[in-house]
């Protein structure tokens, strides 16, 4: 990783923790009681992490790319156990870690709890579910309201805040394609000049109702229109294949890995493979590794 190293000052017993949430793998989803003094630490800790670390993250090879998990603990857990458990193998999680599924809880503060213990070799994206307004009607306000209590959400909110959003990703002949990766939850925006702009974006940051940031968390790419279009979720703008091949050229960039949509393989290329999508689907379908050669560019 060539990420800027962060050293952690805690008294969290995060080791405890991960031990914790990690001692029922295979109970079919059994609750986790984690303390609530430990959740709010996981998230404060955390939170100063990301506010240590640009919002747009630059790194190395080797690394897995994860997309959505949605509150599925059990998949997060299944992943670890084929990829490897940190610090054995280096991840990037593209955002969407809760909502939907019914154990939101555990699979945050796991996440947490490795970005804290290795804080250089595990990395987070914001989601649009990273996000006040679409978790409190999507099932992670209620999880903490009956588990804990409002105030805890908020404390997760606060972190949520603090996410960075985009990564790029220098890969030397890795499993998809050798040259220079730009990862992201949603897609692109037409707001889009220059990747500086992402360094810019000051945090704690909520999440707009349209403009750069909200697109990045919330865009589409859309096979059957060139340029833009009109987002059918009510938010921000699909693109065809033409703006990621302009986006890509102007920009020496060789892929663009995002999540945001189920796909029915795991993985599903766009744009002559320009863009690439990757999800574990809310159906707990495991995302499959990808061994393409074609130099093409975009996967969903």
């Not at 991960?18 to 793998?25: D, G, M, P």
């Not at 490897?84 to 019914?102: C, E, H, I, K, Q």
């Not at 588990?147 to 909110?157: A, E, G, P, Q």
């Not at 002949?173 to 000051?202: F, K, Y």
């Amino acid at each position: 990783m060539s990420q800027r190293a962060v050293v952690v000052k805690s008294d969290l017993n995060v080791d405890k923790i991960i031990q914790q949430l990690i001692s029922l793998r295979g109970t079919g989803g059994k609750l986790i009681p984690l303390h609530e003094s430990d959740v709010r630490q996981l998230c404060l800790t955390s939170r100063e992490i990301f506010l240590e670390q640009p919002m747009l993250i630059e790194l190395e090879a080797p690394l897995n790319i994860v997309g959505d998990i949605h509150g599925q603990y059990d998949d997060l857990l299944k992943h670890f156990d084929r990829c490897g458990f940190p610090p054995d193998a280096n991840y990037l999680f593209l955002g969407d870690y809760v909502d939907r599924g019914r154990q939101s809880l555990e699979t945050i503060c796991l996440l947490l709890a490795y970005k804290i213990k290795y804080p250089n070799n595990f990395f987070l994206l914001r989601g649009n579910h990273e996000c006040a307004s679409i978790n409190r009607i999507y099932g992670f306000y209620d999880e903490c309201k009956r588990r804990y209590n409002i105030k805890l959400w908020k404390t997760f909110t606060d972190c949520f805040n603090c996410l960075p959003v985009v990564c790029v990703y220098v890969s030397f002949v890795a499993a998809l394609i050798e040259g220079t990766i730009l990862c992201m939850h949603g897609g692109l925006s037409p707001e889009l000049n220059e990747l500086g702009q992402i360094r810019d974006l000051a945090r704690p940051l909520e999440v707009p109702d349209h403009g750069l940031l909200c697109d990045l968390l919330w865009s589409d790419p859309d096979e059957d229109i060139t340029g833009w279009g009109e987002n059918d979720r009510g938010v921000s703008y699909t693109f065809g294949q033409d703006i990621v091949r302009q986006f890509l050229e102007r920009h020496g960039l060789s892929l663009i890995v995002r999540a945001h949509q189920v796909v029915e393989d795991g993985y599903q290329f766009f744009a002559k493979r320009n863009f690439l999508a990757r999800k574990k689907s809310i159906q707990s379908k495991e995302s499959e590794p990808i061994y393409e050669s074609e130099n093409e560019t975009f996967v969903k």
